[in-house]
């Protein structure tokens, strides 16, 4: 069977909300990480405050509370690759096991959808899920960097080690952009799964995680309190 052949089980409405998924997902990632200088996100507010963290650790002693705290953040980006691995390896299972998708079919009550719509709604889950996985490992790795700049840092608080500091807090951010973007593709791998009740619910599902993350990163509490000006 050609590819054109399997594209005519697909209606214009699965075409309009898998592109739509795919572009706010970009979307998402773009009003996030480049918002107006006058509405930060809480992700641009955050590598601030690493900024911060990392020039105070210079005068801290000792300095293993920071590199427990980095260290715990590392973990956070393992524990997560990790998960999305075994994900990985369900769908694809999923995928060569044809009575298990044929089980959901009858469980949705859609037991006449040929296997090609199936395998195609699951391969866009995983298409999130890879991302999700290659951005934890990344960002796995780029706070193992940190940690090891960090303890690059002299003990005098000279202009080496505030250069250390600059140093590190541009990899822990860098690292930190990576752990969140592997989260926004989870977050749109639970709402690609929508798919497989049909197009009208993988469109809800996408405008639901849009303004779901718009509202965590532009209008929630925590903002707020990182917006808080610290006294004179």
């Avoid at 427990?68 to 999923?94: E, K």
């Avoid at 005098?156 to 250390?164: L, Q, S």
């Avoid at 951010?173 to 989260?183: H, I, K, M, T, V």
């Avoid at 749109?188 to 469109?203: K, N, Q, T, V």
Wanted: aromatic letters at 10%.
């Amino acid at each position: 069977m050609t590819l054109i052949d399997r594209l005519q089980f697909f209606n214009l409405l699965d075409a309009t909300a898998v592109l739509l998924i795919l572009l706010t997902w970009y979307g998402c990632a773009w009003a996030i990480e480049k918002p107006p200088a006058s509405r930060p996100s809480t992700a641009i507010l955050m590598e601030r405050y690493r900024e911060i963290w990392l020039q105070n650790y210079i005068t801290r002693a000792p300095r293993v509370f920071d590199s427990m705290v980095m260290g715990n953040l590392r973990q956070g980006a393992s524990f997560f690759a990790s998960t999305c691995l075994i994900a990985i390896g369900g769908g694809m299972a999923l995928i060569g096991n044809r009575e298990q998708l044929l089980g959901i079919a009858e469980d949705l009550s859609l037991e006449d959808a040929p296997d090609i719509i199936w395998d195609a709604k699951i391969l866009l889950i995983l298409l999130f899920l890879a991302n999700a996985l290659f951005k934890f490992i990344w960002s796995y790795r780029l706070f193992g960097y940190c940690l090891i700049v960090m303890g690059a840092a002299p003990n005098d608080e000279g202009k080496a080690a505030y250069h250390r500091a600059d140093q590190a807090a541009h990899i822990a951010n860098s690292a930190a952009r990576s752990f969140n973007r592997g989260l926004r593709a989870v977050y749109f791998a639970l709402a690609a799964a929508a798919w497989l009740l049909g197009p009208e619910a993988l469109i809800g599902a996408t405008v639901l995680t849009v303004a779901m993350l718009l509202r965590r990163e532009f209008a929630s509490q925590s903002r707020l309190v990182l917006m808080q000006k610290s006294p004179e």
